[in-house]
């Protein structure tokens, strides 16, 4: 192994390194505008924060394409691809790795709006279930977390039927790029704020309503 990639899906810009494997000197990197916003004028939906998953696949791959050009080094002897992404955030998927919603951003509002006609919101709701839990998800809910946006969707009937698992936009291009099955990595199973941290987050799944949509596994060493 020559070189390794680093992969950064942000929410503003989409970035990529080429790195020497054996030094850690920085070769070449690439970038482009994550233009994937998806735009809502409706008033009924205030605070809505979304992404389309499949232009940001498509970015992701322009931006590979620019650094394979710019460093001008064989892609055959790229041994490893590192992705991080923006920590809190959603997309469904079903069981053939189809996104079924779009990813819902850190940056959605939504689980802030008020519950019917009450003056609780659905984060109120979400912490307080969470004492009631002696707060064992290691975190306190906030708007834009997954564990958030999932209740969200429970209360208002929006979870589709065909719904496999809720997944990061990193742990989305995993199952892309490998072709192999969607895991969520557990630093960000972590931050969905509904992982019970006193678990062996290793392996264990995080159910909801009886259905399992979030299963975590530790990445080996190395995947082809």
């Not at 322009?62 to 001008?72: A, N, S």
């Not at 951003?105 to 839990?133: F, G, M, P």
């Not at 990595?185 to 969905?192: H, L």
Request: aromatic residues 8%.
């Amino acid at each position: 192994m020559s070189y390794c990639i680093g992969l950064d899906i942000g929410t503003s810009t989409i970035c990529a390194v080429l790195v020497n494997a054996q030094t850690g000197e920085l070769v070449c990197s690439a970038n482009e505008r994550n233009d994937a916003a998806v735009i809502y004028n409706s008033e009924n939906k205030p605070g809505w924060a979304e992404q389309s998953p499949g232009r940001i696949v498509s970015i992701v791959f322009t931006v590979l394409r620019k650094l394979k050009d710019k460093c001008r080094v064989d892609f055959n002897e790229v041994g490893a691809v590192g992705i991080t992404n923006q920590m809190h955030g959603m997309l469904l998927v079903d069981k053939d790795k189809n996104p079924i919603s779009n990813l819902i951003t850190w940056e959605d509002r939504r689980c802030l709006s008020n519950i019917n006609s009450s003056d609780n919101t659905y984060i109120d709701e979400i912490r307080a279930i969470q004492r009631k839990k002696e707060n064992r998800n290691g975190c306190v809910v906030s708007g834009g977390y997954m564990g958030a946006t999932l209740y969200w969707f429970c209360k208002n009937e929006f979870l589709p039927d065909e719904t496999h698992k809720a997944v990061s936009i990193g742990d989305y291009l995993f199952g892309i790029l490998t072709g192999g099955e969607i895991f969520t990595d557990p630093t960000y199973a972590a931050s969905s704020g509904v992982l019970d941290r006193k678990s062996d987050v290793y392996g264990k799944s995080v159910y909801l309503g009886g259905r399992r949509i979030v299963k975590t596994r530790h990445p080996p060493d190395l995947l082809s």
